[in-house]
């Protein structure tokens, strides 16, 4: 025994760096061990972990099969405190130290099916090992937090799980509980708030991380398997569950009552979660399918379906905190989604995307929180810079800015629409073959090189949303554009008019009557196709202008090539005519204000055409 405890000793020190000790370690009867006084000390640095009392049951069956295994673990006065600050930690082992990673490499495929069995086969070991934890502390602290919890008793007798979890910080009860459904195939685990659901879950609740906290969980796990498959079940219901994370939304998003139920497939080539899994939000279930095969290809496959819903149960069903504009809207008629989504990783640019909300005797009886129609009259816009207002910009002709669409130069019309969005006027909101090359291309080069916003989703996210990059916000703009768009609550010409003389042009510049003025000392309806070309190519990053200008003012010579395509593209339409196209050369030069700001050319970093927007 203390040849195996003076072994662990050496593997803490070598591997992690961690002192281990214990004042006292010896057998008790014929298959138990008694540790007692043990140390867990980062080398340096403050103790992790201190307990009086260890007893462990040793399992015969695995010392007769050559393993080391217990058939009952009991544990008792327990302290762990960890610091996790600059000036005091104890947990930098995790990062800096570790057993050094062999330079042997390896082809060998990953077998998933054996990953599983070996994953199965060490859960059901857990399940079969009883344990009683008495008066656990757990206190940590970091730079912005500091938590304490308390586990005075947990017991689990090979049938049922019983626990208490005190969030002391903020006297706050967990009920823990859980039973063997049938030995070594299916388990049910369930957590009760005693106290206070309103308090998150110790552990996940820091600044800019993700904070959850419910009322009651559940879940289920189960195991099925064969020679050529291991098969997963698994269920979770959720009361009030409230998930906060700063990607997701501003604040939290609620799920009142939500559920998951599914079969993983486990095969030596592929993982399958079957078809007959469910999602269910309050009073709307969708199937989802899902699988990732590694031969002959890699291929990664979703699909989604949301069967015919009452439209009405549809909006009440979604999560609170994601839809808030929504929020009080009543619709007759129904709604149907799918979704499919493929991806061949050897062969990127066979992706398959196709997403389709169906509507049937669908109408809006009373808007929500907002009127999504108030766009066909004047209103008032809010400019933002990020996050900062600007300021507020009449969308009428009380402000001389404002620049009806019939008094807009046609070149500037066509040259945003070929830059931004070119089947604007044709398509319902959304174009599914734009997403899927944005995909591809965003695939190909590993990071967020093209977005896939059309004019409506810009329109929609400039008018009624923030400019947060949230999912949240994603997901409500994309259901507003619908609204909109499948509904003809605002004409194309009007949406297009609004969207000219609300969008940024320049620092403090906004509407295209701003703009005009800003850099050329025109009317928006005066712009030529010269300045109408420069003007749409600015608007993904229009700060940006005065690096593709020369000090005097001229547009810099390597954006040729923009220009080039995309009155070619024009001109294939037939846009613009050949009279238009011939000899142009990128001639533009600032004449208002903007030619102050020009940059002067020993600071400027040269941009390539593919920063610029070329839409098919």
Known sequence: MQFAFKKAQARAQENYHLSLRASSVRFSGFDGIQIEGVTLQPEGADTLVRVKEIALNLSLLDLVAGKVGFDEVKVKDV?????????????????????????????????????????????????????????????????????????????????????????QMMEDTLLLSGKVLEKNKRYQFSIQHNTNSEVYLPFLNHEKGLKCRFKSFTASLGFESSSSELQITTSVQVENFHINHWRLANGDVILEQSSFSGKLNVRDDAVELDSSSTIKLKDVSTRLFASYQVTPDTIFVVNIHMPETVSDTFFHSLPQGMFNTLKGISCTGSLEYDLFFQINTRQPDSLVFNSLLQKKNFTIKHYGVENYGRMNAPFTYEAYDKDRFMRQIEISSVNPMFTPFNRISDYLVKSVLQSEDPSFMLHRGFLPESFRESVIKNYKERRFARGGSTISMQLVKNVFLSRDKTISRKAEEALIVFLIENLRLVPKERMLEVYLNVIEWGPNVYGIGEAARFYFNKTPGELNLQESIFLAGIIPRPKAFKYQFDEEGKLKPYLSGYFRILTGRMASKGWISSVDTSGLLPDVKLKGPALRMIVKSDTITPESDDELPLSE
Not at 92 to 120: C, D, I, V
């Open 79 to 167: 302290l762990v405190t960890v610091y996790n600050k600059t000036e005091r930690n104890n947990l930098s082992f995790f990062q800096s130290t570790g057993k050094p990673k062999s330079a042997t490499t390896t082809t060998a495929e990953t077998n998933y099916r054996k990953l599983g069995m070996n994953l199965k086969s060490k859960l059901v070991r857990a399940f079969n090992t009883a344990f009683e934890l008495e008066n656990i502390q757990i206190k940590c602290e970091d730079s912005t937090n500091t938590e304490s919890v308390f586990v005075p008793e947990m017991k689990y007798d090979l049938k049922t799980l019983t626990g208490i979890v005190i969030n």
